[in-house]
């Protein structure tokens, strides 16, 4: 089993070297951040961050078909605005998510900084929204941030407008 860093490990090694990573810790502090009640108070990190994992075998259960649920559509819209958090956190440019999803579960996204679109991504299948492991969702959302860097790293100017 490979962690984020290359290093083999077990199973707990690599949940816990993903939950550190820095869009991870954003993400966990967004999903706090909603808990007006104090219900998840007493939850683990890796624990509010379980509906984010979907297994190969309960992707397989969800029909190819299907409209997405108000708690998936939390999440994708949570997923998204972590990563625009992250952006401003790396850049210091306010990234905004703009989302359009139709009622199949079919959709964009864009996060844009300025007149600059950063990241630009074609949704389907929300209502399969999820990932395999805790590393690979922080792997995605690394990724995306990664690469609206690198944008905003080419077109600074605009970036700034």
Known sequence: METLTGITNGPAVNEDRALATPFLRCLIRLIRAQDTHGAWEGKSDAELL???ILTKEQRRQIPIIGDPDPDVL??????YACVGLVIEERSGLVA???????????GRVLLTTGRLVVL???LRDVHRFGFG?????AEAGTKMVDD???VI????????A
């Open 50 to 52: 379980a509906d984010f």
């Open 74 to 79: 939390w999440r994708l819209q949570i997923f």
């Open 96 to 106: 905004s998510p703009i989302m359009l999803i139709g009622q199949e579960g079919f």
């Open 120 to 122: 630009s991504k074609t």
């Open 133 to 137: 492991t805790l590393g690979k969702l």
């Open 148 to 150: 609206a860097i690198a």
């Open 153 to 160: 790293d080419v077109y600074p100017n605009v970036a700034r």
